[in-house]
């Protein structure tokens, strides 16, 4: 895999240079009169406007260039032709292949073939517990499933559940438990028959202690509810895992494992069967147009220009933000209130996938990488920390995004919130000087955003918007030397727990807080 020191290209130096010359962005429009035509890009249902950015089209074109003389057109065919570009732990990466129709060329016919029986697999269980096909141990159908997965194997099914609430089936109630909180899964089984509820135990290794303790509890409660000993087995239970010989030996029955392949990363499997509740929610139609969606965004990825491409476009702008003008942070904002679990789900996709500081070659980066993702919906976020960002001491740029129609909406409601969304990211913009003796109505303005809009909020345009950010990141981790696709960061934590865990543990190793927490804890539980 090509090795990348983002610093050591003479380019790098140049745009350092540069951007302490950045004008405001106001004075970009003045001097760029074509900037929103320009730096306005359409794709897979999307039109993302580039041009409240703070950077000049001359700026823009340098870190084109920069990109050029990268490994990233390298590293972008790599993806698709399934090369192992997950270096450390020598994998492919190809939830593109999740999604493909036939239309990536690159892409071998040996991954379609799998792709295309585990997808019709799982699209088969789904359709059988929609149509009340699949029953019960007591002959009923299934109303209720719980999906017990955490970090990939939850919060991309989620999130597109509750985006899609428009298209769910209507008496089928998806419930999702990720957090080994048990206050959460023992307040949902309250509510639920064990007669009518299905247990999707989500896992691409189905070693996670969390999904498994909370698996543990909920068949332990189907087994008394149902009264059956062997309840793993039974079609209360299905397996979503690219383990399915851990899931078979943990007693699933095997025709209820629901498989995909190891070569796609846990944030990555939402188009694997590990969309076995949207799909069962939404239908193997919605399903397929999630999927479709998804391409179209993946071929514009594949197939556009670098100075034409969304992706590349948004991860430069990205990259000139965090390591050219010092801003270490990047809001989301979606003015639709059902994405609003997008900022918790790119918090995985970014902060998992580009948060490291070791280079593909082992060697540690000399410069700042991945940006701390956040955010929440618009109006509401106006009213909370929106004040920090037109007035407060740190630049954040934001990612606004909208939809022009709403068939859930009104035509006032919908005109108020877009309306919202515009002028928020005008007055970030554009600021406004404060009145004399007034300083505290000072807007410094000079705020970048960028706009993503969509028509409607419809499996198509969610899987485009979904895809596009995750060739963001692919782009950023590319350009930054970074392997985004493996997570040892999250190895240690799970490691000591496992030694805490024990209430014999030896806590001599430990330090001197630990050990008087632990002691505070033994005292308890
Ligand atoms: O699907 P699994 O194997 O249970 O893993 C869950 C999550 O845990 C991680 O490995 C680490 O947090 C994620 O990358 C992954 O999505």
């Not at 194997?153 to 609430?165: C, F, H, M, Q």
């Not at 629901?258 to 799909?279: C, H, K, Q, T």
């Not at 197939?303 to 942070?329: C, H, K, R, S």
Request: glycine share 8%; with cysteine; aromatic share 8%.
């Amino acid at each position: 895999m090509l090795d990348f020191r983002p610093e050591l290209n003479a380019i790098w130096a140049q745009l350092q240079i540069t951007a302490a010359d950045t004008p405001e962005i106001a004075a970009l429009f003045q001097q760029e009169p074509q900037r929103v035509s320009d730096l306005t890009l359409e794709a897979a249902g999307l039109r993302v406007d580039l041009s409240k950015n703070k950077v000049s089209q001359q700026q823009l074109k340098l870190l084109l260039e920069f990109a050029a003389q990268s490994p990233l057109s390298y590293h972008r065919s790599a993806l698709f032709e399934g090369k192992p570009i997950n270096s450390s732990e020598n994998r492919a990466v190809l939830h593109p292949a999740l999604r493909d129709f036939g239309e990536i060329t690159a892409l071998t016919s040996g991954y379609r073939d799998t792709v295309y029986e585990q997808r019709a697999r799982m699209l088969t269980a789904a359709e059988q517990i929609r149509s009340g096909e699949w029953l019960g141990h007591t002959g009923k159908p299934i109303t209720d499933i719980i999906n017990i997965g955490i970090g990939g194997s939850d919060l991309g099914p989620k999130l597109v559940y509750e985006a899609l609430r428009e298209f769910r089936h209507n008496t089928l109630t998806v419930h999702f438990i990720s957090n080994v909180d048990g206050a959460e899964i023992y307040s949902l089984l309250k509510t639920l028959n064990p007669e009518t509820t299905l247990v999707a135990i989500a896992s691409k290794t189905f070693t996670t202690q969390e999904t498994l303790l909370n698996a543990k509890t909920a068949l332990a409660w189907l087994r008394q509810g149902l009264d059956i000993e062997q309840v793993e087995a039974s079609s209360h239970v299905v397996a979503l895992t690219a383990s399915a010989a851990n899931a078979v030996s943990y007693g699933v029955a095997p025709e209820r494992v629901l498989p995909f392949e190891e070569w796609v990363g846990g944030r990555y499997s939402l188009w694997s069967s590990i969309g076995f509740g949207i799909a069962c929610a939404v239908g193997g139609e919605a399903f397929s147009e999630l999927l479709q969606g998804a391409h179209a965004l993946d071929k514009h990825f594949a197939e556009a220009p670098l100075d034409q491409n969304i992706p590349v476009l948004m991860a430069l702008i990205g990259i000139w933000n965090i390591n050219f003008l010092g801003y270490p942070t990047q809001a989301v904002i979606p003015y639709c209130e059902r994405l609003g679990l997008l900022s918790a789900y790119l918090q995985q996709l970014d902060m998992e996938s580009n948060g490291k500081s070791t280079l593909r070659d082992n060697t540690r980066a000399n410069t700042a990488t991945g940006p701390i993702v956040w955010g929440q919906t618009g109006t509401n976020g106006q009213h909370a920390f929106f004040q920090l960002m037109h007035q407060g001491t740190h630049t954040i740029p934001v990612e606004f995004i909208g939809a022009l129609q709403d068939t859930l909406s009104d035509a006032t409601h919908h005109r108020t919130l877009l309306v919202n969304m515009i002028a928020q990211a005008s007055a970030l913009m554009s600021g406004k000087p404060a009145p004399d003796g007034e300083a505290y109505r000072d807007y410094p303005g000079d705020k970048p955003s960028t706009m993503i809009l969509i028509e409607q909020l419809t499996p198509a345009s969610l899987g485009a918007l979904i895809a596009l950010y995750e060739h963001k990141v692919f782009v950023q981790g590319s350009l930054w030397g970074i392997n985004s696709f493996d997570q040892w960061g999250v190895e240690l934590g799970k490691k000591l727990t496992n030694e805490l865990l024990p209430k014999e543990a030896d806590l001599k190793a430990f330090d001197e807080s630990t050990r008087a927490l632990m002691g505070l804890v033994n005292t308890r539980l």
